[in-house]
């Protein structure tokens, strides 16, 4: 443990970015510290904590623009499930928001914390994944943010590919076109509240003339990066739903996911309740018609 932890706060990104520039030593950011309070090691080796609640737009942005949202990384879920563009354009994300933890939990943890943390079992991970999400990543390089996607930044279990100066300031989320898509979240877990993903599965999808126009799905806990399902989508492209076609899907689906065992559940178990929960998803959609 380090003798003396020190945290700085800035105020806004522009101090933000000065002060890593002239900062010598690597620092630890925190944001809602849901999950960094329960890495104590992390924490007691850090030296400087550099606090992202305190910078002004990353904890207050939600900009509207013609063809999409940005939002701000310091945002809490709270804030995210409470606002009513979100909940008419992104209810997929409204969804997934409300599944985490517990009000307390949604109260303090951020979306960027979520998506640096890095777990497989990360319940936005899947949900941004489909709907496109860009991540807008600190400091500006000559005005600039430098842009991935949430499977970029991912690179395995509890890693991200961030540099000791980089942050994510924003997620830019596109709106869903043409509008009105279908859209399924479900996690499973242990019990309803306070319980991490055995495994989660999001889809988004349109239909054109009764067949599927296009189709994104992504599962969560099932391997170690958040990546799409896209040799499932592929199968499903230009389909037209019925029982033996969703059957086929669900078999692709568990032949391209790579889960493991571990203390929340086993391999066969998270493949074979992937493949039906994208059953019950797909199901869902044909009965629903649009
Ligand atoms: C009781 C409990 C229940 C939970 N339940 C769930 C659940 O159901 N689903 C779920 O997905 N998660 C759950 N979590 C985990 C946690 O709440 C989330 O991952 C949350 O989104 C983390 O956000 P935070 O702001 O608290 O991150 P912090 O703890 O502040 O930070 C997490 C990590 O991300 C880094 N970081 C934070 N913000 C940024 C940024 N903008 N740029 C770069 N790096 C950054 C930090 O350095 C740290 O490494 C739970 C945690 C607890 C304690």
Known sequence: MTDRIDIISPVNLAQLDHILEKLRKPATYVAGATDIMVQKSRWEQAGTLIDLRTVQELVSTLEIGPEGILIGAALSFTDIIRYRIIQEKFPILVESCRQIGSVQIQNRATLGGNIANASPAGDTLPVLAVLNAELWIGPRLKDNFTKMSVDEIMTGPGKNCLQPNQYIAYIYLPFPEPTDPFWYFRKVGQRYSMAISKLSLAVLGW??????REIRICAGSVSPRIKRAVL??????NQEL?????EKAATQLMKEIKPITDIRSTHNYRKSTAGRLLQESLSTWARAGK
């Open 232 to 237: 499932t989508e592929k199968l499903l492209s």
């Open 207 to 212: 239909k054109h003339n009764n067949h599927i």
């Open 242 to 246: 019925n029982s033996k076609v969703i």
